[in-house]
């Protein structure tokens, strides 16, 4: 079993960054791929990021790339979200994902492992 837990989320104006974390534990998420998704209210989750096992491969959906950064740590288990030149339209609850698969990194039913999510709110 692994456990997810994410931190990091908060009220930012336009324009402005968060950085979110997301610390694994139970068993290692070193071989997994990991994943952010979003979900605001009224829509359904939706893919912003995925990273590889080793970190030298990486996938955002087209609204936050460019502005968007994921980045892992397997020394700490952690996986991170950058997150710049924020909008209103990103906020959501953001949540990581841990998938054993390497298959459809962009698609909700990958994932095996899901955090409760961090609250992101941006104001214009």
């Known amino acids: 079993q692994v456990q997810l837990v994410e931190s990091g989320g908060g009220l930012v104006q336009a324009g402005g960054s968060l950085r979110l974390s997301c610390a694994a534990s139970?068993?290692?998420?070193?071989?997994?791929?990991m994943g952010w998704f979003r979900q605001a209210p009224g829509k359904e989750r939706e893919f912003v990021a995925a990273i590889s096992w080793s970190g030298n491969r990486t996938d955002y959906a087209d609204s936050v790339k460019g502005r968007f950064t994921i980045s892992r740590d397997n020394a700490k288990n952690t996986v991170y979200l950058q997150t710049n030149s924020l909008k209103p339209e990103d906020t959501a609850v953001y949540s990581c994902?841990?998938?054993?698969?390497?298959?459809?990194?962009?698609?909700?039913?990958?994932?095996?492992?899901w955090g409760q999510g961090t609250q992101v709110t941006v104001s214009s």
């Open positions: 139970g068993q290692s998420c070193k071989t997994y791929v």
């Open positions: 994902a841990a998938s054993r698969t390497v298959a459809g990194v962009r698609s909700v039913v990958s994932y095996d492992y």
